[in-house]
């Protein structure tokens, strides 16, 4: 996935405007449209708005492409998977015209903090751009406009926590692979008697790496550090479920 | 499902949501859903200082993957029941 904003090209479907972006909606892979906006203004981060009402807002269930109404060609387009989070802002003293704020995930999040203080010096750097409004010429859509990107932002979960929430829910009842914590390997792994110092453990890391040490090493750890059986024994205790 | 079940326990009462970005938002949780995205209502941001055009949002939706934290009441956390629900989701149901 692309980070941040970026600047797009359009070629519109049919001729003359109103046509939608076709060259950036990706059909082929489910992408579909999920709203069209007419009359909204864009502005990142804290450059001037364009004009009221100057461009026109796709929303897909992948993307928010904002297409200006007076190039007809020239855009900005942002994946949901980079909008950190969205929000209505109606205060006149947070921004003087009603619109959906939304902060940006970037590239630059990711790798390192410094290139704040040199946001301002780049009229149009979309690798710092960490935020945008929406403004549409008319307020009422807002709270509509709100909750269609609500909805797109569920249809975008992070790779990772998607497979990991679809484990989830087909789990009901039966074994998952989530690790929590260390505590859970050993609860799972521990019988019921006292005094046990985890051989199975042991034995399983020896085979899984092949690096007899480490294994060893680890056994070390389990056995000299007392303090959570301890602990699990007392909790054990207080809960009556073992014994 | 722990984390969806617990926070959604929570919904109708004051949270902070502390973002990875350093930004901590104050309101009352809303919505929770299994990615643990989070609709927050009646916001405001806690270092206004630094984020001050955030000062007060209405609705705010704020993305699972983006979040560090998420500071409870204190009243809301029931240390037996979340006890219990953590050992029975180590134990795999």
């Given at each position: ?108 999040d990711?790798?390192?903090n ?130 | ?17 502390e973002l990875k970005n350093d930004l901590a ?20 941001v806690v270092d206004?200082?630094k984020y ?14 983006v979040?560090r934290y ?24």
């Amino acid at each position: 996935m692309v980070y941040g904003v970026r600047e797009i090209n359009v070629s519109r479907s049919g001729s003359g405007s109103g046509g939608e972006p076709v060259n950036l909606i990706d059909t082929e892979n489910g992408e579909s449209l999920m709203r069209v906006q007419p009359g909204v203004d864009l502005v990142l981060s804290n450059l001037p708005p364009h004009s009221p009402g100057s461009g026109t807002l796709y929303v897909t269930t992948k993307q928010v492409i904002w297409v200006s109404d007076l190039g007809q060609t020239k855009g900005f387009a942002v994946d949901f998977l980079s909008i950190s989070l969205h929000a209505v802002s109606r205060d006149p003293d947070a921004y003087p015209l009603p619109c959906l704020y939304t902060q940006i995930e970037t590239e630059d999040d990711l790798h390192s903090n410094d290139s704040d203080s040199e946001s301002n010096n780049h009229a149009l750097d979309l690798s710092t751009v960490r935020e945008m409004r929406l403004i549409p010429s008319d307020p009422t859509q807002l709270d509509s406009l709100f909750q269609t990107f609500c909805d797109c932002a569920e249809l975008n979960p992070e790779p990772n926590a998607a497979a990991a929430a679809a484990a989830a829910a087909e789990e009901e009842g039966q074994q998952h692979n989530w690790i929590f914590s260390a505590d859970q390997m050993e609860d799972d792994e521990q019988p019921e008697e006292e005094g046990y110092i985890a051989p199975n453990l042991a034995n399983s890391l020896g085979h899984s790496n092949g690096d007899h040490d480490l294994a060893r090493t680890v056994l070390e750890l389990q056995i000299n550090d007392q303090r959570f059986e301890d602990a699990e024994e007392v909790e054990h205790d207080g809960d009556g479920t073992h014994h | 499902m722990l984390f969806f079940s617990y926070f959604k326990d929570l919904v109708g009462r004051e949270v902070t949501v502390e973002l990875k970005n350093d930004l901590a938002i104050r309101g009352t949780l809303h919505s929770v859903d299994q990615y643990l995205n989070i609709k927050l209502e009646n916001t405001r941001v806690v270092d206004q200082d630094k984020y001050p055009h955030m000062l007060s949002v209405r609705n705010c939706f704020i993305r699972g993957s983006v979040v560090r934290y998420v500071q409870l009441p204190p009243e809301g956390v029931d240390i037996e029941l979340l006890h219990d629900a953590t050992r029975r989701e180590a134990r795999g149901g």
